[in-house]
């Protein structure tokens, strides 16, 4: 894969984003294809892009059965013209970041609109702190850089479609740090996918103020054990692996009313 394609950087020419393009998958830009499958449902994909050569990359990247991918094209740069423009369907989306970070905010805020449960990652040539950031404040749930997608995309995509995060540690780390740091003790709100109990809800409470599990023992008057066996359920409850995910993911969802209590 390496050898056929050399990304280079963004910009408003597409030659200057890729150096050669594959054929094989060109012929399927602008129209939607579907890859046969044993008997198991695609994930449907939706990628965005100025570039025409990085849809055809992306395609050729994701050439597999697991896949569904409708290709689109964005014709403008204009966030108002972003903010109106037809959204295909899909579980999925792939945005690739257009130079004006309104734009690009433009496009999120738009398909988050059309499809409020979207899974959304975003592609760049790069992140700085501060974009980063923002992405996750608008409700990115992956970032990847054009070299890191080309050896990343095929497994972030199916991740981020089962509830996850595709974000470098390092980044989410200091992006939840920042979150706590400015929350300024209000409590993050969230609307539940599963209901949790009463005493689900309390810990994820303490896990939200970032305290230990050895903490959070001692403010439920618990064992250690029992919170850990709680925070267990609620992190597969939630689809995410790590306290970091949970965080971000009810950051992301802070807007929503919290759902009743079992």
């Known amino acids: 894969m390496k050898h056929c394609v050399q990304i280079r950087t963004l910009s408003t020419s597409a030659s200057s984003v890729f150096s050669c393009t594959c054929p094989r998958t ?3 830009i602008g129209s939607e294809f579907v890859k046969r499958t044993n008997g198991k449902q695609p994930l449907r994909v939706c990628i965005l892009s100025s570039h025409s050569l990085v849809l055809a990359e992306f395609a050729r990247v ?15 740069s204009l966030a108002p013209d972003l903010r109106q423009m037809a959204i295909p369907r899909a579980l999925v989306f792939v945005v690739d970041a257009i130079p004006s970070q309104q734009a690009t905010a ?17 592609v760049a040539e ?4 501060g974009e980063s950031f923002s992405l996750l404040r608008q409700g990115a749930k992956g970032l990847l850089t054009y ?29 939840i740090d920042s979150v706590l740091t400015n929350n300024h003790g209000q409590r993050i709100k969230t609307e539940l996918a599963t209901q949790l109990s009463r005493r689900e809800h309390e810990v994820l ?15 439920l008057n618990i064992s250690e054990r029992t919170v850990k066996f709680h925070v267990s359920n609620i ?3 939630f689809s995410v ?10 950051y992301q969802r802070r807007d929503k009313p919290v759902a009743a209590l079992v």
Do not use: M
Request: aromatic letters at 6%; one cysteine or more; a positive charge.
């Open 26 to 28: 060109s012929r399927h």
């Open 62 to 76: 994701l050439d597999a059965e697991e896949f569904q991918l409708v290709p689109r094209q964005i014709e403008s």
């Open 106 to 122: 433009a496009i999120i805020a738009n398909i988050l609109e059309r499809y409020p449960t979207a899974r959304l990652l975003v």
């Open 126 to 129: 790069k992140f700085d702190q």
């Open 147 to 175: 070299a890191e997608a080309r050896e990343q995309l095929s497994r972030a995509l199916p991740s981020i479609a089962g509830g996850g995060f595709w974000v470098p540690r390092a980044v989410l780390s200091r992006f």
């Open 205 to 219: 409470d303490a896990v939200l103020e970032n305290l230990a599990n050895k903490e959070i023992a001692s403010k």
């Open 235 to 237: 992190l597969s409850k």
């Open 241 to 250: 692996r790590r306290r970091a995910d949970l965080i971000l993911l009810c």
